[in-house]
């Protein structure tokens, strides 16, 4: 099928799950993950009415992005890929939230570096909910202190949070405390889902579910 046929399935069963658990579909944002992607693909969603994007990799979101998103003002980007400190100042210019934060050096200079800018990004945590050495992440129980830290001493924006469940593990489990942690900690949203398991964040309070094979096809 077609990149729009996909994107119309997609919304098309999430409209029907959000319902199914009583929840307002509209609630429930599509985060297309462009990455890896040829351009044709990513103007085929894009002429799909499509404008909400994710990357994971600020060089790449430029070459993606830095041209065509002042074409497109109501277009919304994504970072949820790691964001390594050299690398903040491009994100704050391109990107219009970052899903990635998970470490006190990098919120503290993401902080400055907004401050600088005038700008105010909505930022999500992302939690190591499996508590995964090679992942990135903050463990679950880092999280009050972390939230503090970010928010009063770094003065970011944080929205919510966001996960990637092991990948030999059931991902509802981590949904499931992905969502008891952002309800403790008073977050409104929750970014988490993908192609193989964003059926299963929905029922457990998804605000985003980030898509990407599912809309493009295997990356390239």
């Known amino acids: 099928m077609s990149v729009q046929e996909n994107l119309k399935n997609i919304r098309s069963n999430i409209k029907k799950i959000a319902e199914q658990w009583n929840r307002n579909p509209s609630a429930v944002n599509l985060v297309a993950v462009s990455k890896f992607q ?4 990513i103007q085929s969603a894009l002429d799909a009415g499509h404008r909400l994007f994710g990357e994971n990799r600020v060089q790449e979101a430029q070459e993606h992005w830095a041209t065509i998103k002042p074409n497109y003002p109501d277009l919304k980007l994504h970072l949820i890929g790691p964001l390594q400190t050299n690398k903040i100042k491009d994100a704050v210019n391109l990107f219009d939230v970052i899903e990635t934060v998970d470490r006190e050096k990098l919120a503290r200079k993401l902080g400055a570096v907004m401050k600088e800018k ?14 995964e050495k090679q992942k990135a992440g ?10 503090e830290f970010c928010t009063k001493e770094c003065a970011i924006n944080i929205c919510g949070l966001m996960c990637i469940p092991p990948f030999d593990d059931l991902p509802a489990l981590h949904f499931a405390l992905l969502q ?15 192609s193989n398991d964003y059926e299963k964040a929905i029922p457990l309070g998804a605000t985003y579910v980030r898509v990407g094979t599912a809309i493009f096809g295997k990356r390239l």
Do not use: H, R, W, Y
């Open 38 to 41: 040829p351009f044709e693909n």
């Open 118 to 131: 005038g700008k105010n990004l909505p930022c999500f945590i992302q939690v190591n909910t499996g508590e």
């Open 138 to 147: 903050i463990n679950p129980f880092e999280l009050p202190d972390f939230l």
């Open 180 to 194: 008891k942690l952002a309800k403790v900690s008073n977050l409104p949203d929750l970014s988490m889902g993908m």
